[in-house]
């Protein structure tokens, strides 16, 4: 619930030159104005799309759909119910779940259906993540990403659980997703971001260098 600052917004803006999306407590159009006019390209929202999904709509017809990437944190749910999409793995059955206050708290929502909703309200991108592989640098979550980007039309961002590039290469041979999300194999620099592209190249994953 605590709104994203104006001035870091600002201050990221003055020292890259590379786009940029900010979520965080993203609930209104005036969030995502003071957001956008502060320099960042887009503008992620999770639960306030949850809470009020006719905002994923409001924001696309006034900034244009290219701005709007909807956050999907999802876990699987082993509690098994009618009208949700079952999945087996492991001897298990279980349905994606999705998570609203940074995966703290269920919905009761299917991540399938949600992705579908929020591509047909006007969502530009979804950035994926899969709270099971999230942190474990595992590698991502093969089969949520690919359900999801198998469900949509518009760009899937994977997202949790990377720990080498070859799990960037994985995820992008196996799920077709659009984008890879990192982050400790960079923020430890365990790997550079173009010794990394370099790789991805190498495994003829297309890759801008």
Known sequence: QRKTLKELVRNVASVIDIPFTVGGGVKSLDDARNILLNGADKVGINTGAINNPAVITELMELFGRQCVVVAIDAKRNFDIQNEKNIFSENGKQFWFEVFIFGGKQGTGIDAIEWAKKADDLGAGEILLTSIDKDGTRDGYDILLTREIVNSVSIPVIASGGCGTPDDMVNVFKESNADAA?????????????????????????????
């Open 181 to 209: 999300l990192a982050a400790s194999i960079f923020h430890y620099q365990t790997h550079g971001v173009n010794g990394v592209k370099m790789h991805l190249k190498e495994k003829k994953i297309p890759v801008r260098l």
